[in-house]
T-cell receptor
Framework: AQSVAQPEDQVNVAEGNPLTVKCTYS??????LFWYVQYPNRGLQFLLK??????LVKGSYGFEAEFNKSQTSFHLKKPSALVSDSALYFC??????????????FGRGTQLTVWP | KAGVTQTPRYLIKTRGQQVTLSCSPI?????VSWYQQTPGQGLQFLFE???????NKGNFPGRFSGRQFSNSRSEMNVSTLELGDSALYLC???????????FGSGTRLTVV
């Protein structure tokens, strides 16, 4: 079965401080992992993905994510948060075989608030 | 290049009616997926089409249906609308459905 968990509904951080949004996954086989961001009344914007290769993945807007196979985690990070980063963040795992093919399994989302 | 285009952006329908939502994928993308987003259930997969064939379907009642045309454009239809169908419906496209999706801005459906 494919699933992801985002253990925090809300993350608050001061502008300029580092931020982390947590994600753990459960998959059959190798994981294909994604992070998306959603601003109010908008669709999902792609931030980054891990398919294979380096465990540290760099994405859009200065975000990066660290893939940790032993801990089955894929946490999203940014060294210095901006107020404009405030949004809803979704972690997702992609089905790559059988009945899961072509389907994204999303976490519940984490609301990030960056204080000025 | 143009992104994924969904029309209309907003829609208000009455319970019992039916509705059709449209999605134009990125040019060259052959896979189109649909998701329903609600505050209570989060993001839920509806179905995925590739080259006019439905490859995968989520756990939704038969009132929810879709199709894909030869130009990869896709429509989804919801018949006999219920209040619980009020949601943001998101369409996403991918070249082959094997390397991630680009999402549209969604259609906000309100059933009254």
């Amino acid at each position: 079965a494919q699933s992801v968990a985002q253990p925090e509904d809300q993350v608050n951080v001061a502008e300029g401080n580092p931020l982390t949004v947590k994600c753990t996954y459960s998959v059959s086989g190798n994981p294909y992992l994604f992070w998306y961001v959603q601003y109010p009344n908008r669709g999902l914007q792609f931030l980054l993905k891990y398919i294979t290769g380096d465990n540290l993945v760099k994405g859009s807007y200065g975000f990066e994510a660290e893939f940790n196979k032993s801990q089955t985690s894929f946490h999203l990070k940014k060294p210095s948060a901006l107020v404009s980063d405030s949004a809803l963040y979704f972690c997702a795992v992609w089905g790559v075989r059988g009945s899961t093919l072509g389907r994204l399994y999303f976490g519940r989302g984490t609301q990030l608030t960056v204080w000025p | 290049k143009a992104g994924v285009t969904q029309t209309p952006r907003y829609l208000i329908k009455t319970r019992g009616q039916q509705v059709t939502l449209s999605c134009s994928p990125i040019s060259g993308h052959r896979s189109v997926s649909w998701y329903q987003q609600t505050p209570g259930q989060g993001l839920q997969f509806l179905f995925e089409y590739f080259s006019e064939t439905q490859r995968n379907k989520g756990n939704f009642p038969g009132r929810f249906s879709g199709r894909q045309f030869s130009n990869s454009r896709s429509e989804m239809n919801v018949s006999t609308l219920e209040l619980g169908d009020s949601a943001l419906y998101l369409c996403a496209s991918s070249p082959y459905g094997t390397d991630g999706y680009t999402f549209g801005s969604g259609t906000r459906l309100t059933v009254v």
